[in-house]
């Protein structure tokens, strides 16, 4: 925890002295990179399932255009967005887009989960690791509100079941070159889904001690979480965010759910050839 408050501390106070640098440079708007972008983030966070702490990592961010194909981390795909167009990580493509909706496709690999040297679940079998096809639809509410709706499926049939991913947006202008977005998301997935990521199997409770959890389709986790942009120059990008994630109905209440309730927070420097 004291982690997760340095880092919040240093997140919530880096923004606003970027800002405060920005208001004397060269006005820079915040457009979608066409080139690449590479970048690093540290990042505070918990898995709400197993026995893990609060760890903070250091990853990479990177992007990169090819025709009308995005190549993205997670990290990046924020900073690729230009106006409300949602862009997905992993690879994209814009189907269709107007001047209020858009469609998009993209795939991306869904890393699973390893319950490999916890001390409670470590005998559970492994989450499988594979490549989900997405469906991003996105509408602009008005000047500075947004939506989006996301549908995902594993392609690979490693009982990867399918999702469905609901946000709204509030993004608040500070200068040209800074804005902080606040942004709810809701998510629902089928029994598939739900079964393989927060159910227990009776072959592996009777393996591990556990008692046996079965699920159905539904509502599992809400989000809530702020972010701020800020353009320092025409190619270099800085972003800070703390979020909370809340687990929902049959999930929170799996045996594997050893927390319902967990915080992140983030920090990220990024350089951009635009």
């Given amino acids: 925890m004291a982690r997760l408050r340095l880092l919040s501390c240093v997140l919530v106070a880096a923004p606003w002295a970027v800002a405060g640098h920005a208001e004397n440079a060269e006005p820079v708007a915040l457009e979608a990179s066409r080139d690449y972008l590479l970048g690093a983030s540290i990042s505070s966070g918990r898995d709400p399932f197993g026995t893990s702490e609060q760890k903070l990592g250091l990853r990479p961010i990177w992007a990169f255009q090819l025709g009308r194909f995005r190549f993205a981390t997670s990290g990046a795909s924020a900073l690729l967005a230009q106006g409300r167009e949602s862009v997905d990580s992993g690879v994209s493509t814009v189907l269709s887009r107007s001047d209020r909706v858009s469609l998009s496709t993209s795939l991306s690999i869904d890393e ?32 500075r509100w947004s939506g989006s709706v996301r549908a995902s499926q594993d392609l690979l049939g490693r009982s990867g079941g399918l999702r469905l991913d609901s946000g709204l947006n509030y993004r608040h202008p500070v200068s040209p070159q800074t804005h902080w977005d ?55 990008v800085a972003y800070g965010g703390l979020s909370v994630y809340q687990l929902q109905g049959a999930v929170a209440r799996s045996p594997l759910a050893t927390r319902t309730t967990t915080f992140g927070a983030t920090v990220g420097l990024a350089y951009r050839n635009n």
Avoid: C, E, K
């Avoid at 490999?116 to 996105?138: E, S």
């Avoid at 393989?196 to 556990?210: E, F």
């Fill in 112 to 143: 699973g989960r390893s319950w490999a040297g916890d001390p409670v679940y470590g005998g559970l079998p492994r989450v499988r690791d594979t490549v989900r096809g997405r469906v991003t639809a996105g509408v602009t509410l008005g000047p």
């Fill in 182 to 236: 606040l942004s709810l998301g809701i998510g629902w997935a089928n029994s598939t889904f739900r079964q393989t990521h927060y159910g227990i199997a009776p072959d592996a409770a009777a393996a591990t001690g556990l008692q046996p959890y079965a699920l159905g389709s539904g509502f599992d986790g809400a989000s809530l979480g702020w972010r701020m942009t800020s353009a320092l120059n025409r190619n270099w």
